[in-house]
């Protein structure tokens, strides 16, 4: 009887072994089309391998914020809306990028950096921000008044920063860890400072109070301008390819929810089709999800 057991769970083994379980293939599959959305599979590219030799210890608070991807996709959504709000920024996304044709090509190649900046080995990461301040040198023009701007202005690139560090943490705290002490989102903002930093921001913010304060202090020069509003549309209403319809509504519901009161009632946006409860419901039970597919992999 007893090698009877032995041999059925033996053969039980090389079954599971030889054909997957359903719950192994719906992981596989949700890891593979989230890191398909990530990553420019066409041309090989592939995930971040996270180093014990990058710019934050493993187990640090920007680490843990930056590898949830739910709370990173709306966190980036609601980042964006308010950049746009900045006319610096906004015309520097007008004159000087394909947002119009490839708006997702934009957002993966943001999530690239961050990936790469958080957890890629130091060298690629300096690299990377090497690259990128590359890049704002071209960036340069004149606001419709004629006021002259440049992606190299350290204020202009601080707002860019703070409307990412503070959508990224916001949507961490809504959907992944709503009791993250205090001083966990102060060390994430240190954190993130060294980046923005790197990339020659001036002033960031190095704790949430300072964070706060400077997004009030800043409100007086973002403007809710048509031009503002049609970067928001295509943000929230351009589908990536292959990318089901209700994922790309209820992450862009969720990103819209979590804006302040003053960046909807600018970019004219209402509350998600759903409602603010739906569409949290739906966007929490896609994290747990993928936070169930990820922890296996």
Do not use: C
Request: glycine share 6%; charged share 25%.
């Amino acid at each position: 009887m007893w090698r009877e057991h032995v041999y059925i769970d033996w053969r039980m083994a090389l079954i599971d072994t030889i054909l997957p379980r359903p719950s192994d293939r719906l992981r596989d599959a949700l890891v593979r089309r989230v890191r398909a959305t990530f990553n420019d599979t066409s041309s090989g590219q592939k995930p971040v391998p996270p180093s014990d030799d990058a710019l934050f210890a493993p187990d640090s608070p920007i680490r843990m914020v930056h590898a949830d991807v739910t709370a990173m996709m709306v966190g980036g959504i609601r980042g964006l809306l308010l950049q746009m709000l900045h006319p610096h920024a906004l015309q520097g996304v007008l004159d000087h990028s394909d947002f119009r044709a490839d708006m997702h090509g934009r957002l993966r190649r943001t999530a690239r950096f961050i990936a790469i900046t958080t957890y890629g080995q130091k060298d690629d990461a300096t690299k990377a921000i090497k690259r990128v301040n590359a890049i704002h040198e071209q960036v340069s023009g004149t606001l419709p008044d004629g006021t002259p701007y440049s992606a190299r202005d350290p204020r202009t690139l601080a707002f860019v920063h703070l409307a990412e560090a503070t959508s990224f943490l916001a949507a961490y705290l809504r959907y992944v860890r709503p009791t993250m002490p205090l001083a966990e989102q102060d060390m994430y903002f240190r954190q993130f400072a060294v980046v923005a930093r790197l990339l020659d921001a001036d002033p960031v913010p190095e704790s949430r109070s300072e964070a706060e304060r400077m997004m009030r202090e800043r409100r007086g020069e973002l403007r809710g301008s048509p031009e503002a509003r049609e970067v928001a549309d295509l943000v929230l209403n351009q589908r990536p390819e292959g990318a089901p319809i209700l994922v790309q509504q209820m992450l862009g519901g969720a990103a819209v929810d979590l804006l302040p009161p003053f960046a909807r009632a600018m970019l004219g946006l209402r509350n998600p089709p759903l409602g603010a409860i739906g569409a949290r419901m739906a966007t929490g039970g896609m994290g747990r999800t993928l936070r169930w597919a990820f922890r296996q992999n």
